[in-house]
């Protein structure tokens, strides 16, 4: 459940995802989901950002059919896009612009902090773009170019929206006086359900990801039945029954993980499923646990088959997206600029 005060309606929400790779059930849980949910409590924008996908290589014809299924997968999973807003980032040229204000406010010691770059780069840090390593000031730019108040993202993304606070505090503090209202509220990060970070299926240490190597370490939105099934009857798991207790089930990673995602895609606290399953196998649970993501995303992989036939059409709601997320960032980025002291 999400809880929103009174005053939310003046709120907005803003999110992305990578159009890189097979969409996933972390993906789903952790982001998609959550934005399902909050379209209808709070206007909210959503896009496919291909700018941060290619701070690491891609292949342009795959950069645009990944797009197109990106696009697929979200109007699938329910984004209705009368009511919220879906585009594409490249199309909107301010987040490029407001990204460069930001790269001069942002300090090279925040961004040395950041995880996920450190993660990304490995040990080949010197040959990573530098677009990798300012890849969370253009986040912080996609969020704030449209004044965004609410940023639903799975786990991994937290220590990222930190820093587009950062961003929006010592933006406030350079460039508002004293007396006047802050230009930017800092943004609130929607870290929401019992699935925030879902974990792969063959090691329940490691973050479910679209650049594992392994197959069955995710079960992707267009995986078949048989796939879905497959991989979660193949799924790394202990030999002892269920837990009665969450301290018990957090000392068992494959079992947290399994549990987190029957909850999450039952809409169960982590509790009530394991009230359904203390005591019982794996064996009599996992055929409950294929049940259940069968029923949820066959419905979606279904949609999204039906949706790229016509990838016309999926062009004309990002074109039509695009329109209407500039007529927000347009004034936005102008009162920047006016700020910054720019000459407009
Ligand atoms: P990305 O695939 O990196 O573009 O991520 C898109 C969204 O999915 C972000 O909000 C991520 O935080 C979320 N996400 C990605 N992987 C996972 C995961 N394993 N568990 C939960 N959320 C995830
Ligand atoms: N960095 C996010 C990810 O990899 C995607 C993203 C880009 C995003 N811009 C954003 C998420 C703005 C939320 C808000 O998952």
Not at 219 to 224: A, F, G, K
């Amino acid at each position: 459940m999400i809880n929103l005060q009174p005053d939310d309606l003046q709120k907005r929400v803003f999110s992305g995802i990578q159009p890189t790779g097979n969409l996933h059930l972390g993906n789903y849980l952790g982001a998609i989901k959550n934005w399902v949910n909050l379209q209808n409590e709070i206007s909210s924008i959503f896009s496919i950002v291909d700018l941060h996908a290619i701070t690491v290589p891609q292949e342009p014809l795959k950069l645009k059919s990944s797009t197109h299924e990106v696009a697929a997968a979200i109007i699938a999973s329910g984004i209705d896009t009368n009511k919220s807003i879906l585009f594409n980032q490249s199309s909107v040229k301010e987040h490029s612009e407001l990204a460069w204000i930001f790269n001069c406010v942002c300090r090279i010691g925040w961004l040395n902090r950041m995880t996920q770059f450190k993660e990304k780069a490995g040990k080949n840090r010197e040959n990573s773009s530098v677009g990798l390593y300012g890849y969370p000031v253009l986040m912080a730019a996609d969020i704030l170019l449209y004044k965004s108040t609410h940023v639903p993202v799975g786990d991994d993304q937290k220590q990222h929206i930190e820093l587009a606070r950062d961003i929006a505090v010592s933006f406030n503090n350079m460039f508002t006086s004293e007396n006047e209202v802050d230009f930017f509220t800092p943004p609130e990060p929607q870290i929401i359900g019992e699935a925030t970070r879902v974990m792969s299926l063959k090691d329940g240490t490691k973050k479910m990801s679209k650049s594992d190597p392994s197959f069955a370490s995710r079960i992707n939105l267009t995986d078949s039945k048989e796939e879905i099934s497959n991989k979660i009857r193949k799924a790394k798991t202990d030999s002892y029954p269920l837990p009665e207790t969450i301290e018990e089930l957090k000392e068992r990673p494959e079992a947290h993980n399994l549990i987190s995602i029957y909850s999450s895609l039952s809409d169960q606290t982590l509790q009530e499923a394991l009230n359904e399953f203390s005591g019982k196998g794996f064996s009599h649970f996992k055929p409950k646990l294929v049940d259940l993501a069968v029923e949820t995303l066959n419905p979606i992989s279904c949609e999204m088959r039906n949706l790229l036939k016509d990838t016309r059409e999926i062009d004309k709601i990002l074109k039509n997206g695009k329109i209407k997320a500039r007529e927000i960032a347009e004034p936005v980025l102008k009162d920047v600029k006016n700020l910054v002291g720019f000459v407009n």
